[in-house]
C-alpha cells in the first residue's frame, strides 16, 4: 500500500471531527471517501495534506511517516492535492500556473526540466490548447482541470481530490471521471471526496464510507450502497 491511515484522531474544542479512522489506499487504486455533510472527510484530506496536524495517530506516505511533516514536506514526498474551490494565479497563464507546481513541487529541477514537465501535464489534462491563456479566461471545467494539472505538476505518487466534480454539469462530470482514470493510467493512486454517487459508482475502485469522523463500511460500490447501515446513515434509500 502506497498510503496507510492509522487511528487518527482530530477534535476541535469539545468536537471530534475524526475517530479513531484508518484506510489504506494501494497503488494504482482510485479509492472514494464518501459520507453525510460533518463526517469529516474534509477534515481527514487536511489532515493528510498537513493543513491539520492530528491529536494521535499516524500517516504513512510510501513507508515514510509524514504524520507530523509540514504540507511542503508532504509535496515533496509524493503527495499532491486538488481543492474543491480553486485559487490560480488569475493574471497569469495557465501554462504559467501549472510551471509554478512544476518548479516548487520537487527540489533541484531545473527551469528545462519543468519546462518539459508542463507540457506533458497540460497534454495529459487536455489544457494544451489553452496553454497561452489567463486563468481568469477559463471556463468552470478548465479551471477544474488547471486545478488537477498545478497539483499533478507536483509530480504526486498519491493525489488528493476533495470534491473536484462540484458545480459541474453530468456531462462535464463523465469528463472529469475520464481525466482521473488518465491520471491514474499515468501512476498516481488517487483518494477522492465526492457527494455525486454516479461519479463515484463510475470512479472508485474501493469506497470507504464515514460518519461521525469514524470509518462506516468499506467495499466495492455495489455492495457499500446496498448496506443497511450506510442506507441509514447517508443514502435514504438504494442507490442501483
Not at 487536511?46 to 511542503?72: K, V, Y
Not at 528545462?112 to 497561452?132: D, F, M, N, Y
Request: overall charge neutral; glycine content about 8%; charged content about 20%.
Amino acid at each position: 500500500m502506497i498510503l496507510q491511515v492509522q487511528n487518527l484522531h482530530k477534535s476541535f474544542g469539545g468536537l471530534m471531527a475524526v475517530k479513531d479512522m484508518g484506510l489504506h489506499l494501494d497503488q494504482g487504486e482510485i479509492l472514494a471517501v464518501i459520507g453525510p455533510n460533518g463526517a469529516g472527510k474534509t477534515t481527514l484530506l487536511n489532515l493528510l495534506s498537513g493543513l491539520f496536524l492530528p491529536d494521535r495517530g499516524q500517516i504513512l506516505l510510501s513507508g515514510h511517516d509524514i504524520t507530523r511533516a509540514s504540507p511542503e514536506k508532504r509535496c515533496h514526498l509524493g503527495l499532491g492535492r486538488a481543492f474543491q474551490v480553486v485559487r490560480p494565479f488569475l493574471e497569469m497563464t495557465v501554462f504559467e500556473n501549472v510551471m509554478v507546481g512544476a518548479m516548487f513541487g520537487k527540489s533541484g529541477i531545473s527551469q528545462k526540466e519543468a519546462h518539459r514537465h508542463t507540457e506533458q501535464v497540460l497534454t495529459l489534462t487536455g489544457l494544451e490548447p489553452h496553454a497561452h491563456k489567463n486563468a481568469h479566461d477559463l471556463t468552470l471545467m478548465q479551471d477544474k482541470r488547471l486545478e488537477v494539472a498545478r497539483a499533478l505538476a507536483t509530480r504526486p505518487s498519491v493525489l488528493l481530490l476533495d470534491e473536484v466534480m462540484a458545480g459541474l454539469r453530468p456531462n462535464e462530470a463523465q469528463d472529469a471521471v475520464q481525466l482521473v482514470k488518465k491520471v491514474r493510467d499515468s501512476g498516481v493512486s488517487v483518494l477522492f471526496i465526492e457527494h455525486v454517487m454516479p461519479v463515484v459508482r463510475d470512479l472508485a475502485d474501493r469506497v470507504v464510507v464515514m460518519e461521525y469522523g469514524s470509518r462506516l463500511a468499506e467495499g466495492p460500490y455495489q455492495s457499500v450502497v446496498r448496506d443497511p447501515k450506510v442506507i441509514a446513515a447517508y443514502l435514504g434509500e438504494e442507490v442501483s
